[in-house]
C-alpha cells in the first residue's frame, strides 16, 4: 500500500485555475430515527436498528454537514459530481436534510450531477417509485438511467445508475441500454472528447489486499461495458465512484487507461477521530493528463490538499486517505 504526498494548506495552492475543475463527492449517508408506519418494512427496520444500536449514526456525523457544504459552495466547480448514497435508508426526511444542506452549492457550480447508491434505492418500494428523485430533483439532475454530457477541455461524462432490486444485499448491475446509450454518446461526440468520466457508485474492479472485507462482485454485468472501453474508447478515462468508504486512485488492471478514483465518506468518523470532510478536486488542463487534488480537514480544522497524478502502470493502486491525520 502506498503512502499518501504530504498535505498542504489550501492558503499556499498556486493562483489561478485550470480551465476545467470537477469536484467528485462520495457517500454522505445523511441519516435520521424519525420512523412512521410506512417506514416499517424489513430492510429498512434493519438498517434503522444499524444506526441506533450497530454504531452507524455515531459514525456518521450530520453536524459535519455544514462546513462541508460551506466549502463546496466556495469551490464553485464546473462539474459537481455526487456518486450516490445521499442517504442511508432513502427516507424522506434524509434527502431533505441532503437537500438542504448542499442546495447552495449546487446552484453555484456549472452543473451537478447525481447517481444514486444502493441506500437511495434501499427497498425495491424505494427503486420502483424512484424515492430519490422526487426528493433530489432539479438543480441535482438526479440520474434515473444514464445521461451523457459534455464540458470544457474535451471532457465527457457518462452518468450511470446502477441501482438494482437485490434484496437484503447491495450490489449494483449494468444494463445492455446503459451500454448503448455510452456506444452512441460516444459515436456522435469522439472527435471532440479527450477525456471520459464515467459516474457511477458502484466499481466494476476493486484493488486487491485493501478492503478488510470481501463482498464480492459488487457491479454486476459490467464486463460488455469494459470490453467496450478496451475496444473503442482509447482516451484516458476516469470512473468516479463510491460505495467502498476508502479514497484510493486504482488503475485498471483489465482496461488500458481506465482510471477509479474512490470519493470515501466525508461525514465517516474513523476511530472516534473528527470526520476529514475530504472529497476530490479534478483539474483537466488544456492538452495535459488530469491530475487529482484531495480536500480535507486538518486536525486543527483548516482546510488542507494534496495533489497526485493520474497513475498510467496497470494495476497501480495510490491512497488518498488522509494518513497524516491517524
Known sequence: MSTSPAPQSTAQAVSGHPPFRIIHVGDLHFWSLRLGPTDLVRKR??????????????????????????????????????SGDFSSTSRREEFHR???QLLPAAREAGLTVYTPGNHDAYTRRDLRR????????GEFHPVLDAAAYTGGEGAGLLAINATTSNGLGSHG?????????????WEERRSELRLLVILCHFPPEDPPGVLPHDRGLQLREAQPFLAWLTDSVPVPKLWLHGHHHYRWL???????????????APLLSRNGKP????????????GKPPTVRTHYRGAAMEWLWWDTQVPEQPGK???LENLAAQ
Not at 424512484?130 to 430533483?137: E, P
Not at 448491475?173 to 454518446?185: G, P
Not at 470526520?275 to 488544456?286: Q, R, T
Open 173 to 185: 448491475k449494468f444494463s445492455a441500454r446503459h451500454l448503448e446509450m455510452a456506444e452512441s454518446f
Open 98 to 100: 441532503a437537500r438542504t
Open 130 to 137: 424512484r424515492t430519490f428523485a422526487q426528493y433530489m430533483g
Open 250 to 264: 486504482y488503475a485498471s488492471p483489465t482496461v488500458p487507461g481506465l482510471t477509479y478514483l474512490n470519493a470515501g
Open 45 to 82: 427496520v434493519l438498517g434503522w436498528g444499524n444506526l441506533l444500536f450497530g454504531g452507524r449514526g455515531k459514525k456518521f456525523r450530520m453536524e459535519e454537514a455544514r462546513p462541508l457544504a460551506g466549502k463546496l459552495l466556495e469551490m464553485r466547480p464546473d462539474w459537481l459530481l455526487f
Open 317 to 319: 493502486y495510490i491512497n
Open 275 to 286: 470526520p476529514d470532510l475530504g472529497f476530490h478536486e479534478i483539474h483537466v488542463p488544456s
